[in-house]
């Protein structure tokens, strides 16, 4: 089940897709981050093309609840449309390489999984695991709260917190 950001998720959004190979065939995983690192959501896809782009942005504002101010991309060429089309004119769309790298680096951590499985055997399977592994990796991964840091201590305290709220809800579902 999906995790709701109801009015959680920054209004700068960053949008890009990675590739994942399931059954010996490159898949894309679009991913989207806001301005603190927090993830707004992931999807995996079969295509690179506009329909995928638009399930994607129509996914993610389902699950936040409300469309960003900012949308930054690649140059990808659906995504201006997609981004008009689904989230409305009043969203500022910009394209550059450069402004994206904090999502690229985000990538790494899906990437680390993934590499050593040398690719999914199922479709299905890829998609549930890509979405369980970035949800509970932003669950996990202490962020700064509306632009306020926090001390190492604080960020540790709040991962064992989330970590044992977690065990203890995995112990009540088995």
């Known amino acids: 089940m999906r995790t709701k950001r109801h009015g959680q998720a920054g209004q700068s959004w960053y949008v890009d897709e990675t590739y994942v190979k399931v059954k010996g065939k490159w898949c894309y995983l679009y991913r989207a981050i ?3 690192g927090n993830l707004v959501d992931s999807r995996l896809s079969e295509r690179r093309d506009m329909k995928a782009a638009q399930r994607f942005f129509k996914q993610a504002l389902v699950v936040v609840g409300h469309p960003p101010e900012r949308v930054t ?3 990808h060429a659906s995504y201006p449309r997609a981004v008009r089309e689904t989230l409305g004119d009043n ?4 394209t550059n390489t450069y402004l994206n790298n904090c999502l690229e680096q985000n990538h790494r951590g899906i990437k680390q999984r993934y590499y050593p499985m040398h690719g999914f055997g199922n479709f299905d399977s890829a998609a549930r695991f890509c979405c369980a592994f970035d949800e509970l990796r932003n669950y996990l ?5 509306m632009g306020e840091p926090a001390s190492r201590s604080e960020q540790r305290q709040a991962f064992l917190n989330r ?3 977690l065990k203890s809800s995995m112990q009540a579902a088995f």
């Not at 969203?91 to 910009?94: D, E, F, I, L």
């Open 163 to 165: 970590l044992t709220a």
């Open 141 to 145: 991964h202490p962020r700064n709260t």
């Open 73 to 75: 991309t690649d140059g």
């Open 34 to 36: 806001d301005e603190d």
């Open 91 to 94: 969203v500022q769309h910009r």
